[in-house]
């Protein structure tokens, strides 16, 4: 994204439309552009609770005030609106002196989703989709992150998978069948490929998956295996799969 590469998300529902990833991003929009209101309307109801007619009734508001939507908010006769705006306020001045990964904490503290941080059954996915924004926000230069929100909220359309002239981004689960002139095999480190701590059968699955995305490359195979990787938002260190070992691909590591 920040090198202006064309990318497709291949099959399955693109992942800056899910509704907890949309109002990540939405919430930044509002904060750095207080009169958006298209990014005001994608996060104000997130708790479900308030009614239709009040939003109209705030909007007609907004409309004849010359102030922006957080002051706006916190002169409304509506104390729900209210405490939204000076939470929004709030977030907002602490941004210039806070870090990406204290950006982000706040913003998720805002709209409720710390709830999500439990990662349990019933949450993960979203706990997994948060995650992973997570790891990627932090990594953006914190005066790039404007123009990174911005081209989010501009392209943050489902993606045709049949599209040409970009580079597919997929998983090796959604790899299978499929064949790509050049392939780029990215995260093939021990504790990722294959996970910790897993069972014998679990490992024997694990060793098909990674011989799957070895084998989707017709003619060129780029295999990453990065010394550090952010996971959940924590700076870790990794070594190389044991799978590369075993196929010879890659020596012993020390």
């Avoid at 706990?127 to 404007?146: G, P, Q, W």
């Avoid at 679990?202 to 195979?221: H, K, N, P, Q, S």
């Amino acid at each position: 994204t920040n090198n202006k590469i064309p990318y497709q998300i291949y099959g399955g529902h693109p992942f800056f439309s899910y509704k907890e990833i949309k109002a990540i991003i939405s919430t930044y929009a509002l904060l750095f552009n207080p009169v958006d209101w298209i990014a005001f309307s994608n996060i104000y109801n997130i708790s479900g609770r308030i009614e239709a007619l009040v939003l109209s009734e705030f909007q007609n508001y907004y409309k004849t005030t010359n102030k922006n939507i957080f002051e706006s908010l916190m002169t409304f006769n509506n104390p729900t609106f209210v405490n939204m705006g000076f939470n929004l306020k709030a977030i907002q001045e602490h941004m210039q002196f806070a870090t990406q990964e204290q950006i982000f904490n706040m913003i998720l503290e805002y709209l409720g989703f710390n709830k999500y941080i439990k990662e349990n059954s019933k949450q993960k996915e979203k706990y997994d989709r948060i995650m992973a924004f997570k790891d990627l926000i932090i990594n953006v230069n914190k005066s790039d992150t404007l123009a990174f929100i911005n081209e989010l909220m501009l392209n943050n359309e489902p993606i045709n998978s049949s599209q040409d002239g970009c580079v597919s981004l997929l998983t090796v689960h959604r790899a299978k069948g499929l064949e790509f002139k050049v392939v780029f095999f990215i995260g093939v480190n021990e504790g990722i490929i294959p996970p910790l701590k897993i069972s014998a059968e679990a490992l024997d699955e694990e060793r098909r998956i990674c011989y799957v995305g070895i084998t989707r490359a017709m003619e060129r195979l780029y295999i990453y295996s990065s010394e550090i990787h952010y996971i959940n938002g924590e700076k870790k260190s990794f070594l190389p799969s044991s799978f590369l070992i075993e196929s010879g691909l890659f020596g012993e590591v020390d």
